[in-house]
């Protein structure tokens, strides 16, 4: 391909504040850098970059081209990822945020010293799995997305949910619940409105939900972590608020009652030796989060 190198001089540049840290990045020089953004504008016939005080900044053709040259970067990146040979200890994993900040995190140790010849490497995302692509050997995921066929849905444990409260917050409005904050975050948008919908012996205690406070939060982690500091009442999956009640951060005075969901381990049609031990692992775990 034509000015390639150009391309890529570009790419990083486009996410730098200035051409002189670009070329920190690409050990190259600053005249360097300028000289293949000039040989790139003068191929495409489009200025890239204007110049703002001491910094650079994308024209619009140049935010244009720095989303083409992202995702053919990145593609590349990802293609190469998949000819490197596999190391045989490790152990590629993605998980739910809030279920491995929460839950899977502080258990970790117990499996290095089950088993101290697998590295796990964690990282965390929802929905859609690639497992070429993202070069992942098994995913833990809540089933509230369309799952590929191919998959290798393993089943972990029927989610179930229900208001959480800090102990001090709950002695407050327990006499009069038109007193509660109620907490949403944007990734379950619709949790309070849910669990209402099938938990009907406790509603009547709702009854001002719709003119009472709302607070939203970007991130569900953040939600549950607001109702353990005493911000509000938020809706708690179990097990991810398992260890904030054994420890009295929160209590759930309504109990908990299915969600409708469930969590799965999703893998290639055929697990490794490693993610088996993993599953298996989990498995374990589950058994004790299912006694609430």
Request: hydrophobic share 40%; with cysteine.
């Amino acid at each position: 391909m034509r000015h390639l190198k150009a391309f890529h001089i570009f790419h990083v540049a486009a996410s730098s504040s200035s051409y002189t840290e670009a070329a920190n990045k690409l050990c190259i020089t600053h005249g360097a850098v300028s000289k293949q953004i000039k040989v790139l504008e003068a191929y495409l016939g489009q200025a890239l970059f204007y110049k703002q005080g001491r910094h650079v900044c994308l024209t619009e053709q140049g935010r244009v081209l720095k989303g083409f040259t992202q995702q053919a970067f990145q593609a590349l990146e990802q293609g190469a990822a998949t000819l490197m040979p596999k190391i045989d200890n490790v152990l590629t994993v993605s998980c739910e945020p809030t279920l491995t900040m929460r839950w899977l995190m502080p258990r970790l140790a117990q499996f290095h010293e089950l088993h101290p010849d697998i590295e796990v490497r964690l990282s965390t995302a929802g929905g859609p799995v690639d497992f070429v692509a993202q070069g992942i050997d098994l995913a833990i995921r809540r089933e509230d997305f369309v799952m590929s066929a191919p998959n290798l849905k393993l089943p972990l444990l029927e989610e179930c949910v229900g208001p959480v409260f800090s102990p001090a917050y709950w002695l407050s409005v327990q006499e009069t619940m038109s007193q509660v904050v109620y907490l949403h975050s944007k990734t379950r948008p619709d949790a309070w409105q849910d669990w209402l919908a099938f938990n009907g012996s406790d509603k009547a205690m709702f009854a001002n939900f719709s003119s009472s406070p709302h607070h939203t939060y970007e991130h569900f982690y953040f939600c549950l972590q607001a109702a353990a500091d005493g911000l509000g009442a938020a809706i708690g999956s179990y097990p991810l608020v398992m260890d904030d009640l054994r420890r009295g951060h929160l209590v759930a005075p309504f109990g908990f009652v299915p969600s409708g969901h469930c969590y799965l381990a999703l893998a290639p049609q055929q697990l490794t030796q490693q993610a088996q031990a993993f599953y298996d692992w989990l498995k374990t775990l589950i058994e004790g989060a299912n006694e609430h």
